[in-house]
C-alpha cells in the first residue's frame, strides 16, 4: 500500500476505509484486507463498513471535517453524499490511462489486449465509471514478460507519488480538473473463464493472456480431461506451427506448445493439486510417454 504509506508521511491520514474481513485460504480464515493491515502498522483507525454510503458512515466522514478523501481500488460505488464532503473533493488512483480501460480491471486487460504501455490517473470522482475530471497522469511501459501482478506492483508506486502531486497542486491551485477526452474501453472484473487459453490463437495472444491473468484468475487449459494452470509462458517462434493448437511438441530441455500460429514455451506449470513445476519438470513427469494436446 505505497499511497497510504506516502499520505501519511505527508500529510497524516483521519481514517481509513476498507471492506469487511474475509475467509480465505484453504480453511477459510477470517482475513483482513491489506489496506487494514497497513493502516494498523500505521496506527490509522479503521472502518470497514459492508456500504461506504450507510448514513452512519455519512456521520462519521462529516465529523471529521475532511480536505480530501482518496479511493484506490476500492470496489464500492460511492454517491454524492459521500464523495461531495470534502474541500477538494474526492481523488481517485487509477491504474490505467484514461479514458482507456475503466472499470476493475485495467492492468489485467492492457496486457491481455497486448498494450505496450498503460500508467496511472489521478481524476475527481463522479457519479460515473472513471469518468471524472482528470488532474494528473504518468505514462509507464509494460515489459513483454511482465505479469499484471508485477506491473500492479510498479504502478501502485508511480501512484503513491502522483497522488501527492495531485493533492499538493490542488491544494496550490495549480491542478485543476479537465474533462476526459473522448474513446473511453472497458476493463471489467476478470471471471475464472476469462483464464482458459484457447489454443486456436496465435502465441503471442496466448503469452498475454497468460501474462494478464497472473496471478488472478489464471490461465488454464486442460490435458487429458485434467485441469492444468499455466503461470508462465514466452512466445519461441511466431511463424505457422506445423502442429493443431495445444500440440505438445517433443523437446529434451523445453517445454514447446504449438499455437494456431507460432510456437509458446511454457515456464511454470501446475497440475491440479501439486506444487508448481518448471516445464521440463512437467513434460518428463506428465508428457514422457504420452505426449499430448492441450484443450
Not at 505527508?10 to 482475513?31: E, H, M
Request: charge should be positive; include cysteine.
Amino acid at each position: 500500500m505505497p499511497a497510504l504509506h506516502r499520505l501519511a508521511e505527508r500529510y497524516g491520514v483521519l481514517l481509513a476505509i476498507t471492506q469487511p474481513d474475509r475467509p480465505a485460504g484453504r480453511g477459510l480464515k477470517l482475513t483482513p484486507p491489506p489496506v487494514k493491515v497497513v493502516a494498523q502498522e500505521l496506527g490509522i483507525p479503521i472502518l470497514q463498513p459492508r456500504t461506504i454510503n450507510a448514513p452512519s458512515v455519512l456521520d462519521q466522514l462529516q465529523a471529521l471535517d475532511l480536505d480530501a478523501l482518496v479511493v484506490a481500488a476500492f470496489g464500492q460505488f460511492l454517491r454524492p453524499a459521500v464523495f461531495g464532503l470534502p474541500r477538494l473533493g474526492t481523488v481517485n488512483i487509477h491504474a490505467s490511462l484514461l479514458p482507456r480501460y475503466r472499470g476493475a480491471a485495467p492492468v489485467a486487460w492492457a496486457i491481455i489486449r497486448g498494450e505496450r504501455e498503460t500508467g496511472v490517473t489521478t481524476f475527481v470522482l463522479d457519479e460515473g465509471m472513471d469518468t471524472g475530471p482528470v488532474l494528473l497522469q504518468r505514462a509507464v511501459a509494460i515489459g513483454p514478460d511482465e505479469t499484471a501482478g508485477e506491473l500492479e506492483a510498479r504502478l501502485a508506486a508511480v501512484g503513491a507519488d502522483l497522488i501527492v502531486e495531485s493533492l499538493d497542486g490542488m491544494a496550490r491551485g495549480e491542478v485543476v480538473p479537465r474533462p476526459q477526452p473522448e474513446g473511453g474501453t472497458l476493463a471489467p472484473k476478470l471471471h475464472k473463464e476469462d483464464g482458459r487459453i484457447r489454443w486456436e490463437w496465435e502465441a503471442r495472444r496466448i503469452h498475454d493472456l497468460v501474462r494478464g491473468t497472473n496471478p488472478w484468475p489464471g490461465a488454464h487449459t486442460t490435458l487429458r480431461d485434467k485441469l492444468v494452470k499455466v503461470h508462465r509462458t514466452r512466445v519461441v517462434d511466431e511463424a505457422a506451427a506445423e502442429a493443431p493448437g495445444g500440440t505438445i511438441l517433443p523437446r529434451r530441455d523445453r517445454f514447446l506448445v504449438a499455437a494456431g500460429r507460432g510456437v509458446v514455451e511454457v515456464l511454470e506449470i501446475q497440475p491440479a493439486g501439486c506444487r508448481v513445476l518448471s516445464g521440463p519438470e512437467f513434460a518428463r513427469g506428465y508428457c514422457r510417454d504420452q505426449g499430448g494436446r492441450f484443450f
